[in-house]
Nanobody
Framework: QAHLVESGGGLVQPGGSLRLSCVSS??????????MGWYRQAPENEREFVAR???????LYADSVKGRFTISRDNAKNTVYLQMNRLKPEDTAIYYCNQIGTARWGLGTHVTVSS
């Protein structure tokens, strides 16, 4: 079974940007049909929805990130991206990739927004 692998996290100053990537590894020929999403979990908080994109490219965002984050996909690379701009300290969390409606999750990538 293909795995979801996130990357691109790191330490960034407030107001900065990061781009996260999530690759569905292996010969995942069905990737283009999946609805994919990003979630995040801050310390001592529950995991929360960030953004999602369906097979047709339609997107949905949490209010807290709307206008700052952009989700996109490249089906040729079996990859979904999360471009994060104007980052705030409250965006600090582990970011997870998910195939919507399934139990497929990546292991997460850490994002820390701090001066």
């Amino acid at each position: 079974q293909a795995h979801l692998v996130e990357s691109g996290g790191g330490l960034v100053q407030p107001g900065g940007s990061l781009r996260l990537s999530c690759v569905s590894s292996g010969r995942d020929v069905m990737f283009r049909f999946y609805e994919m999403g990003w979630y995040r979990q801050a310390p001592e908080n529950e995991r929360e929805f960030v953004a999602r994109i369906n097979s047709g490219g339609s997107t949905l965002y949490a209010d807290s990130v709307k206008g700052r984050f952009t989700i996109s996909r490249d089906n040729a690379k079996n990859t979904v991206y999360l471009q994060m701009n104007r980052l705030k300290p409250e965006d600090t969390a582990i970011y997870y990739c998910n195939q919507i409606g399934t139990a497929r999750w990546g292991l997460g990538t850490h994002v820390t927004v701090s001066s």
